[in-house]
């Protein structure tokens, strides 16, 4: 598809956040409000609220202590709905899921490198004296929060200091100082790998943060993507685009960011372990507040960005409302695990992250299911926050809970069938242990997932002659004459209208 026609599908409109802007507003999925609204804890329910009607996102044009400042806006709810992902992607808003995510298979499959340019639209101002990140508006969004949380709806840019090789993550942060962002960073990462390098190197890690763009920045970002270029998650964004994305060059440090970005946020990740800071809590999406640790320090040392910038930013935390990096993490990963499998040459029929973690197979051989499980809780996506994968018949709907459910309760004996598997976990699993979340000590978190083989096991179940060579009795659906019976006579019966 080209950058032509994904802009038709939704109407023409630029990739960056203010065509993403016209687009939603061209589908009624955007709300501005001119009201004056609080920072510290008004915006944060807005964006609740909003979420839990898979409702329109929100441009706050009058934030308050903020009138005054070089950044005044905020957006919030830029995919707070499964809809908004295909408008994303250039496709209609009424898009069946399965359509997206082939989409977004066949981006992961035909990456787009960038171009770099001169200038752009994010060059309009350059501050490097008097840097004061309070001047932007973000909001305070939990009571017990460790901070103002700036980075939650962005875009973490870092270069490999060996290959070069680029890398665009998502990862939270809080504002320290004025000029100082206190990032949650784990050795397990990629940009935490990146980061071991520098300090071996006895260098500090140039870093770039990124508000306000296209929004399939958010997609790649929180996506575990592990088969792009040399320009790493550029490359699927340009596909999704259907363009190729212009990067311009940073002021200060060796990283190249989005032209037409809002706000660029470039500095140095600082080594020295004497100057790292408490992290956190933050409120995740399980609703609960997680444990904080000891974290390196952003050094600011410029910011660039558009005249009347717009700051963007995201609630975390809404359990049990499905939140919008959630959102993100399931449209992206779908396609890559996806893609992983068939890569991996392990045939499935469907799979899907939500309702359940599921797996739907035309079951080949015995140990397919385990072979499924094995290979998908080896990929890095492991640390997702999801404890339970289901492995079912190609005969389950695996968008239905109640199918699923019933799929466990015919086919699983639970000492047989279910199996933990120890693995990568969740960075900041609240169900884990101080011991076993000690990031410094293990390099990550120590956990587990839950594999639930609720397949047909062949080994119990021979083919039967009186089910037509089944294994087990077919689900039959009521004869078709009862059903157009009790149809016919449902008003009779005194039910009202069927």
Not at 65 to 86: A, I, M, R, Y
């Amino acid at each position: 598809m080209s950058g032509k026609e994904s802009s038709d599908r939704g109407g023409e409109w630029s990739r960056d956040l203010r065509g993403w802007l016209k687009c939603l507003e061209a589908e009624n999925e955007l709300r501005v409000v001119q009201a004056p609204v609080s920072p510290d804890g008004e915006i944060q329910e807005i964006a609740r609220q909003m979420s839990a009607r898979q409702g329109p996102a929100v441009l706050f044009t009058k934030v308050v202590g903020h009138e005054q400042t070089w950044c005044s806006k905020l957006f919030v709810g830029s995919l707070n709905s499964f809809g908004k992902v295909p408008l994303a992607l250039g496709l209609p808003k009424d898009s069946p899921l399965p359509v997206t995510l082939e989409r977004l298979r066949e981006t992961l499959r035909t990456p787009v490198s960038p171009v770099v340019v001169d200038t752009g639209p994010v060059k309009a101002n350059i501050i490097r004296k008097g840097i004061n990140l309070n001047e932007i508006p973000v909001p305070w969004w939990h009571p017990q929060d460790g901070g103002r949380y700036i980075n939650m709806w962005h875009g973490v840019v870092t270069k490999d200091p060996d290959s070069g090789e680029y890398n665009l993550g998502c990862y939270r942060g809080h504002i320290v100082d004025a000029d100082q962002i206190v990032s949650l960073l784990v050795r397990s990462q990629h940009w935490g790998r990146q980061y071991k390098k520098y300090r071996d190197r006895g260098e500090d890690m140039p870093v770039a943060f990124v508000y306000g763009m296209d929004p399939t920045m958010m997609i790649a970002a929180g996506s575990p993507v592990t088969t792009c270029g040399p320009w790493g998650e550029y490359e699927w964004m340009g596909a999704m685009m259907g363009e190729p994305l212009p990067l311009v060059k940073c002021e200060t440090i060796d990283l190249c960011v989005p032209a037409s970005a809002e706000i660029v946020i470039e500095g140095h990740i600082l080594r020295d372990p004497d100057t790292y800071v408490m992290e956190g809590p933050l409120k995740e999406a399980s609703g609960r507040y997680s444990e904080p640790g000891m974290m390196p320090v952003m050094k600011v040392g410029c910011i660039s960005h558009r005249d009347d910038p717009i700051y963007t930013g995201s609630a975390s935390g809404l359990a049990p409302i499905l939140e919008e990096q959630l959102i993100t993490i399931a449209a992206g990963t779908t396609a890559i695990l996806k893609n992983h499998l068939q890569n991996a040459g392990i045939p499935i029929v469907d799979l899907t992250l939500a309702p359940f973690f599921a797996v739907s197979i035309k079951k080949m051989w015995e140990g397919h299911p385990m072979q499924v499980a094995y290979t998908l809780l080896g990929h890095k996506s492991s640390n997702m926050p999801i404890k339970m994968l289901v492995v079912v018949e190609d005969d389950v709907n695996i968008y239905d809970p109640g199918e699923i459910n019933r799929a466990i309760n015919n086919n699983v004996d639970p000492e047989k069938d279910v199996h933990v598997l120890p693995v990568n976990n969740l960075i900041f699993d609240v169900a884990t242990s101080k011991e076993d979340s000690n990031i410094e000590k293990h390099g990550g978190v120590l956990g587990s997932k839950l594999f639930i083989d609720a397949t047909v096991k062949w080994s119990r179940h021979l083919k039967q002659d009186r089910w037509g060579g089944a294994r087990v009795a077919p689900v039959e659906p009521p004869p078709p004459e009862d059903v157009e019976k009790v149809k016919s006579r449902w008003t009779e019966y005194g039910f009202g209208q069927y």
